[in-house]
């Protein structure tokens, strides 16, 4: 009984902290340029002001002036990367440990091959008009209904930094090639890029479930390779500012606009 009352207590907690963690996220995330910080850090997990600015093509000064905005909210969602930076040159920033496991929760596999999945099952053996009541029902009861879109233009402005990044160094990969000038490195000389887009015409909620189960079983694909190539170069000793980057992501949408009408009485 003593352990049940225990295990209630943590969750209880849990859930409080998850709350706080959400509701600081939120505030932080009105302003794009702490989004696109947030989301950096997530994905690189250690930066500095200098490359946070080339990353996200905003001055230096105006990086500082986000992090230290970011860093007066409570629960904590960054800190000063401590090992980094008495090893390096410049102040390296990080995601905090709640902040870590709060986006771990999401890009975990659990959610690709069993989360995802679960509610693919669910919906194949109903009508189609049940579906879309479901979809309603669950956009409704979402707490941050009203922002969503917001929050996707702040992801796509992020994504849109990664996009001239990316391109901005095959720039300088084309021009340097272009003036004969050798690589420095020779197992991974240079980086590329890819672009690839598709359009499907579809008239029901189980296509968009037949497409979307396609893209879940890729990523989860890509979920174990990653896996598989982290522990590679673990198994060799390939340090962290040794490994480059790939950067990937998918966005995808109906392009036609929708009617509503009032419901009746």
Known sequence: MQKANETETNDNRSSKRDEELN??????????????????LRMYGSLNIKTLSKLLQ??????????TEIQQFTPK?????????????????????????????FDSLEAFEN???AIFEKWAGIPDEAIAQEMIAALKNLPELGQL???????????????????????KVENAIKNDLIPVRKDFP????????????????????????????????LHHLKQEITSEMDEKGIKQEDRITEHYYFFGGVTNEFNF???EN
């Open 23 to 40: 509701r600081v996220l939120t505030e932080v995330f009105k302003v794009d340029t702490r989004y696109a910080i947030i989301t950096a």
């Open 58 to 67: 905003r001055t230096e000064s105006t990086i500082f002036h986000h992090l």
């Open 77 to 105: 969602i960054i800190e000063i990367d401590q090992e980094k930076t008495s090893t390096n040159r410049g102040k390296f920033f990080q995601l905090t440990e709640i902040t870590r496991e709060h986006y771990r929760k």
């Open 115 to 117: 989360e995802i999945p």
């Open 149 to 171: 879109a917001q929050r996707t233009r702040h992801s796509l402005s992020y994504h849109h930094c990664i996009e001239n990044f990316i391109l901005s160094n095959f720039e």
């Open 190 to 221: 240079f980086g590329g890029y890819t672009l690839l887009s598709i359009a499907l015409n579809i008239s029901s909620p189980k296509h968009s479930l037949r497409i979307a189960e396609l893209i879940t079983d890729f990523f989860a694909k």
């Open 261 to 263: 009408m009032k419901r």
